[in-house]
C-alpha cells in the first residue's frame, strides 16, 4: 500500500492506495504536526497494513518536514513530494512552474486522467480555486478565491453583531433572522460566484462541452445546485498523487 498526503492549510487528507484506486483516506488537523499526535493518528490509520512507499502534496512548508520524518522513523521510507520537477501525467504551460500549488498538480493530473482534456477542478478548501487543463492536456492556471469558510468567518470576525454560523443548505432566499441571510448571503451567494467564474473558463477556453470536477469541503454542498458541475470526486488529490506514484 502507498501512502498518500495531501498537507493542506486545515487539514491534512491522509490515504492509502492500492489495487489502482485510493482505498481509504482520513482527515487529520495539519497543526497535530507540529503538537505530535498526528502521527498517532496515521499509525492508527495504517493499521497492519504494509506500507511499501509516500508520497506528498503541500501548501504548509512548515509542516512538510515533519510528515518526511514521520514516515522516515515509522516505515524507513523517504517521501516522494509532489512539484514542479516530479509531476507526470499532465503538462505545464504556465510562466512559473514552481510558483504552482502542488495540490493544484495533483488535481489537474486526476482530472485529466479522468475526464479527458479540456477540464476544469473546483477545490474547495481554505481558498476555493479552480484550475484549467487546456485542450493540449497541460496545466494552464486557474483562478484563486476566498473560501466559503473564509468568508463567513471574516464577517464574524470583523463585525460586532454577525455570529459565526455553521453551514448548511437554506431554501428561501429571503432571510428571516441575521443567521439565515448570512446563510443564503454563503450558499446561494458562492452558488453564484462558482457559475459565473465557471462561465468565464468556458467562453475563454471556447469550449462547449467542458467537464468540471469539484472536490473539497463543501464540494457536495455548493455542487448539489450547480448544473455546470460535472462530477463530485472527494479523493480528487489523493487520486492524483496515487496517478504520479509509479513515476518514482
Same mark, same amino acid.
Given at each position: =500500500?502507498?501512502?498518500?498526503?495531501?498537507?493542506?492549510?486545515?487539514?491534512?487528507? !491522509?490515504?492509502?492506495?492500492?489495487?489502482?484506486? #485510493?482505498?481509504?483516506?482520513?482527515? !487529520?488537523?495539519?497543526?497535530? +504536526?507540529?503538537?505530535?499526535?498526528?502521527?498517532?493518528? #496515521?499509525?492508527?490509520?495504517?493499521?497492519?497494513? @504494509?506500507?511499501?512507499?509516500?508520497?506528498?502534496?503541500?501548501? #504548509?512548508?512548515?509542516?512538510?518536514?515533519?510528515?518526511?520524518? *514521520?514516515?522516515?522513523? %515509522? +516505515?524507513?521510507?523517504?517521501?516522494?513530494?509532489?512539484?514542479? @520537477? %516530479? &509531476?507526470?501525467?499532465?503538462?505545464?504551460?504556465?510562466?512559473?512552474?514552481?510558483?504552482? /500549488?502542488?495540490?493544484?498538480?495533483?488535481?489537474?493530473?486526476?482530472?485529466?486522467?479522468? *475526464?479527458?482534456?479540456?477540464?476544469?477542478?473546483?477545490?474547495?478548501? %481554505?481558498?476555493?480555486?479552480?484550475?484549467? #487543463?487546456?485542450?493540449?492536456?497541460?496545466?494552464?492556471?486557474?483562478?484563486?478565491?476566498?473560501?466559503?469558510?473564509? =468568508?463567513?468567518?471574516?464577517?464574524?470576525?470583523?463585525?460586532?453583531?454577525?455570529?459565526?454560523?455553521?453551514?448548511?443548505?437554506?431554501?428561501?432566499? !429571503?432571510?428571516?433572522? %441575521?443567521?439565515?441571510? =448570512?446563510? &443564503?448571503?454563503? &450558499?446561494? /451567494?458562492?452558488?453564484?460566484?462558482?457559475?459565473?467564474?465557471?462561465?468565464?473558463? @468556458?467562453?475563454?477556453?471556447?469550449?462547449?462541452?467542458?467537464?468540471? &470536477?469539484?472536490?473539497?469541503?463543501?464540494?457536495?454542498?455548493?455542487?448539489?445546485?450547480?448544473?455546470?458541475?460535472?462530477?463530485?470526486?472527494?479523493?480528487?488529490?489523493?487520486?492524483?498523487?496515487?496517478?504520479?506514484?509509479?513515476?518514482?
Amino acid at each position: =500500500m502507498i501512502l498518500l498526503f495531501d498537507i493542506g492549510n486545515t487539514h491534512t487528507h !491522509v490515504g492509502l492506495a492500492g489495487g489502482n484506486r #485510493v482505498a481509504k483516506q482520513i482527515n !487529520v488537523p495539519t497543526r497535530e +504536526w507540529f503538537g505530535g499526535k498526528a502521527g498517532a493518528l #496515521v499509525k492508527k490509520f495504517a493499521g497492519a497494513q @504494509k506500507i511499501s512507499g509516500a508520497i506528498l502534496c503541500s501548501v #504548509v512548508p512548515r509542516a512538510t518536514p515533519f510528515v518526511k520524518k *514521520f514516515v522516515r522513523a %515509522t +516505515w524507513k521510507l523517504e517521501t516522494l513530494e509532489l512539484n514542479a @520537477k %516530479t &509531476v507526470r501525467g499532465v503538462g505545464i504551460d504556465y510562466p512559473k512552474p514552481k510558483s504552482i /500549488g502542488a495540490d493544484r498538480l495533483a488535481n489537474a493530473i486526476a482530472a485529466k486522467f479522468h *475526464f479527458g482534456a479540456p477540464a476544469v477542478v473546483v477545490d474547495f478548501g %481554505t481558498a476555493v480555486t479552480f484550475d484549467v #487543463v487546456n485542450a493540449k492536456g497541460n496545466y494552464a492556471g486557474g483562478i484563486i478565491a476566498p473560501g466559503l469558510a473564509a =468568508m463567513t468567518d471574516y464577517l464574524h470576525e470583523k463585525t460586532a453583531l454577525l455570529p459565526r454560523i455553521k453551514i448548511r443548505e437554506i431554501k428561501s432566499a !429571503v432571510g428571516k433572522s %441575521t443567521e439565515h441571510a =448570512m446563510l &443564503v448571503g454563503a &450558499v446561494h /451567494g458562492y452558488r453564484g460566484l462558482v457559475r459565473e467564474l465557471i462561465g468565464a473558463l @468556458k467562453r475563454e477556453l471556447r469550449a462547449e462541452k467542458l467537464p468540471v &470536477v469539484a472536490t473539497g469541503g463543501y464540494a457536495k454542498l455548493i455542487a448539489a445546485k450547480l448544473p455546470e458541475i460535472s462530477a463530485v470526486r472527494d479523493d480528487l488529490t489523493l487520486e492524483g498523487l496515487r496517478l504520479v506514484w509509479p513515476a518514482k
